[in-house]
């Protein structure tokens, strides 16, 4: 195997559950426009997306025939990795939320490590219960979870699961800093999340909103992998609007060459992520 140590995994997230076109036009939200934004992104040299979907109205949804649809379009234009949210809307059910990565079997799906006060509104909730059965289920299908933290005690969820068995080693972490409920996106608090993962991890990290290029800047210097895109950010710069995700992906692969390193590829971010689902069929 080629030295992969100099390589940066760059995720793009064209879409999440919550901007809508009111706040920027240039949101993917239809199967065809996310399929469209993410192969930009994949020429632009993303090496994963992370997908969600919107219903009719453009509200969050893990309805599975948007999903369906919106992979199918993707695969069949590039081999970017793809990796499904399990989290598209708050108060569903275990099955409707597991569906999409069960039934489509992508390389990678997200393991949100706990519940929290989301948005000061709501509580987005993960129980134990869920955790458990997200885990074996992932392992059954051969998807590789993220673990996404917001806070450290989600770090601590996950060793538990994985002393257990539910979370098989080397686990893959991806902090998100800066959500409302969470922990803020703030150096201090990266390089702490950072200490408590284990050696053998992989992880990367993203700041919300403002804190996008602080920690992003962070992540790199500190050997992390990258995720940029309107689910996290929609300004390009300061009042202005980003006019694609692609932009966020050119612009970051501009800075990982400039700090000497560069983006994996595909196929190279899967060796890094031991991921085993790649080429098999719908």
């Keep these: ?141 051969d998807v590789k979870p993220e673990i996404e933290v917001f806070d450290a005690g989600m770090v601590y969820n996950a060793l538990y699961y994985l002393k257990k068995g539910v979370l098989k080693p080397p686990l893959h972490f991806q902090f998100v800093l800066g959500a409302a409920g969470g922990m803020t996106a703030t150096v201090e608090n990266l390089v702490f999340l950072k200490s408590l993962i284990p050696e053998d991890a992989t992880w990367g990290a993203l700041g919300i909103g403002k804190g996008h290029l602080p920690i992003l800047y962070t992540t790199l210097a500190l050997g992390g992998h990258v995720r940029v895109g309107m689910e996290d950010n929609i300004f390009y710069a300061p009042k202005q609007l980003a006019k694609s995700n692609a932009e966020f992906v050119e612009r970051t692969k501009r800075i990982v060459a400039e700090m000497g390193k560069e983006i994996a590829t595909p196929d190279e971010a899967r060796k890094i992520l031991y991921l085993k689902n790649h080429n098999k069929k719908l």
């Design 1 to 141: 195997m080629s030295d992969l140590s100099n390589k940066v995994i760059l995720t793009v997230a064209p879409t999440g559950a919550w901007p809508q076109k009111s706040d920027t036009p240039y949101i993917p939200i239809t199967p065809e426009e996310i399929a469209d934004d993410v192969y930009k992104c994949w020429e632009a040299g993303a090496s994963v997306a992370h997908i969600h979907v919107r219903d009719d109205e453009g509200k969050a949804s893990m309805d599975f025939e948007k999903f369906e649809k919106t992979v199918k379009l993707i695969r069949e234009r590039c081999d970017i990795v793809l990796n499904l949210t399990t989290s598209g809307g708050l108060g569903l059910t275990d099955e409707i939320r597991m569906k999409p990565f069960v039934e489509l079997r992508p390389e990678m799906a997200s393991y949100d490590c706990g519940s929290m006060n989301w948005l000061h509104t709501s509580v987005f909730e993960n129980s134990p219960r869920f955790l458990e059965k997200l885990g074996l289920k992932m392992q059954e299908c």
